[in-house]
């Protein structure tokens, strides 16, 4: 009718949620010619559903894949001495992402 007021409102609810972080831990063993690495990517909050774990060497101007998938850790032989950049890129179930990476040996 005229002259009637009618009020609304929104409730907005936000999640305070802290960053998403990589920690990477790394091991190496020695192997006749060559050093095996063992990484091991660790997402903190530890509460986070973690889909997908992209690990890859990270050249000039160039990147390879080594694995894609579930896997937390990776298993890498290289020649002992060599330099090898390895970089980790953690999605979750809500589709946030962090990476991370180190530097071999």
């Known amino acids: 009718t005229l002259g009637t007021v009618v009020t609304a409102s929104t409730v907005i609810v ?42 890859e060497e990270v050249s000039v101007g160039s990147t390879s894949t080594l694995q894609n998938g579930p896997n937390n850790q990776l298993i890498v032989p290289f020649t002992t001495g060599t330099v090898h950049t390895i970089r980790v890129t953690a999605t979750t179930n809500t589709g946030a992402s962090a990476s991370q990476a180190v530097v071999l040996p």
Request: hydrophobic share 35%; net charge positive.
């Open 14 to 55: 936000v999640d305070a949620r802290p960053p998403l972080t990589i920690t990477m831990s790394k091991t190496a063993t020695p192997s006749g010619p060559n050093t095996i690495y063992t990484l091991t990517a660790t997402v903190t909050p530890t509460s986070t559903v973690v889909v997908n774990y992209h690990w």
